[in-house]
């Protein structure tokens, strides 16, 4: 079965780093981009950008660049996504997800990791 | 940056009923276009890919349709599990964008 398994959940505060990841199963996971979504409390899906597990070649959203980090470790198929110094305003359920090899839709998602960052 | 918009933003129907959802792209995007199905937290289920074809194990009911700039999901004889916010998505051009969602509810 192709699945993507998220890390648990994360309280932080103000400042602090925080890495989560997103490890894939069932596939060959080095031959698919990995892509992270982002959903505020109450709000829709914003596309944040995508990194390919063999390169690590990335592309994000203006939106998210200097914002966060993505990367991979091939050798355990996970992908993360990383933030050297979290804000209130990023507290927001994420997820990863596997694109298609062809058109590039998201065809396999992670059950998400919510962050809550909380003084 | 491709925008999507989709209409309508909230829908109440009753069970049998058909749906339409539109999603226009601010840009010609051919058929990348791709629609999802979100029920309360939960992660986000992929229902129609490239614009018109089903993905695997999706009810026959729903139904994608358009290219060019204006797609529409289409929900055929609505059932109550089908309750739920639905986001187009387009994969056309980088950064890859989706549409602010449209919030079904099952009276």
């Known amino acids: 079965e192709v699945q993507l398994v998220q890390s648990g959940a994360e309280v932080k505060k103000p400042g602090e780093s925080l890495k989560i990841s997103c490890k894939g199963s069932g596939y060959n996971f080095t031959s698919y981009w990995i892509g992270w979504v982002r959903q505020m409390p109450g709000k829709g899906l914003e596309w944040m950008g995508i990194?390919?597990?063999?390169?690590?070649?990335?592309k994000k959203s203006p939106s998210f660049q200097g914002q966060v980090t993505f990367s991979v470790d091939k050798s355990i198929s996970t992908a993360y996504l990383q933030w050297s110094s979290l804000r209130a305003s990023d507290t927001a359920m994420y997820y990863c997800a596997r694109l298609a090899q062809r058109y590039y839709y998201m065809d396999v998602w992670g059950k998400g990791t919510t962050v809550t960052v909380s003084s | 940056e491709i925008v999507l918009t989709q209409s309508p933003d909230f829908q109440s129907v009753t069970p049998k009923e058909k749906v339409t959802i539109t999603c226009r792209a601010s840009?010609?995007?051919?058929?990348?276009l791709h629609w999802y199905q979100q029920k309360p937290d939960q992660s986000p289920k992929l229902l129609i890919k490239y614009a018109s074809q089903s993905f695997s194990g999706v009810p026959s009911r729903f139904i994608g349709s358009g290219s060019g700039t204006d797609f529409t999901l289409t929900i055929n004889s609505l059932e109550p599990e089908d309750a739920a916010t639905y986001y187009c998505?387009?994969?056309?051009?980088?950064?890859?964008?989706f549409g602010q969602g449209t919030k079904l509810e099952i009276k």
């Open positions: 998505h387009q994969s056309s051009s980088l950064p890859y964008t």
């Open positions: 840009q010609s995007i051919g058929s990348s």
């Open positions: 990194i390919h597990p063999a390169d690590s070649d990335t």
